[in-house]
């Protein structure tokens, strides 16, 4: 099977055409440039986003809100559970990108390796265990999830806080997927050689 043409007229990294509204305020236009600086590229999904200057807005506000230091989590686990989700959905471009990140942050290839395609192979503390099967019940089946899910997670550790903090890092970026899913978005090669 031949690789899929792009439609004309389409963002070369995706299958949809996004009008390019060249709009964005300077908050917005920083925070691209910042992200730019940090990874010495635009990541393909920013670009999808920094199309419309409330596109972005609406994705980085949440995102923000995740990231508090506050959270309960550190960064090492934010990126476990963006990598697990993105393998648990089954989405391309976010296990390129987490596997990537999950590299960087870890230093544990093996490790970025195993999640972004089994976690139940990694080598985990009991804590990350189960953020983890939390983790996918919250993107493969919330409805069942119940005081016995919360109880598992405050015994490795985890306040309640932190708890909030993992559903809702893992409902973001199930919705993530989904959206890079549903655009066709192509994975920024760069991700591929990251860290490695």
């Known amino acids: 099977m031949g690789k899929a043409e792009i439609p004309s007229g389409t ?49 980085m506000t949440p995102y ?55 976690y139940r192979l990694a080598e985990l503390s009991p804590r990350h265990r189960a953020m983890l099967d939390f983790v996918v019940k919250v993107s493969t089946d919330a409805e069942a999830i119940d005081a016995r899910d919360h109880d598992a997670l405050r015994e490795v550790g985890f306040d309640d806080e932190a708890i909030w903090s993992i559903a809702s890092t893992a409902a973001f970026y199930a919705g993530a ?8 978005l192509r994975v920024t090669p760069e991700y591929l050689s990251m860290h490695r």
């Open 64 to 118: 923000m809100e995740l990231m508090r230091r506050d959270s309960g989590l550190d960064m090492l686990e934010h990126e476990m559970i963006a990598l697990v989700c993105a393998a648990t959905n089954g989405c391309v471009y976010c296990c390129a990108h987490h596997g990537a990140q999950l590299r960087g942050e870890s230093g544990d290839a093996l490790l970025a390796e195993y999640l972004g395609r089994n």
């Open 177 to 184: 997927n989904r959206l890079a899913q549903a655009a066709g």
């Open 11 to 59: 963002l070369a990294f995706c299958d949809l055409d996004l009008r390019e509204r060249d709009n964005l305020d300077d908050e917005m236009a920083a925070m691209v440039a910042g992200i730019e600086k940090k990874y010495g590229f635009v990541p393909n999904f920013v670009k999808l986003f920094a199309t419309d200057n409330q596109r972005l807005r609406a994705f």
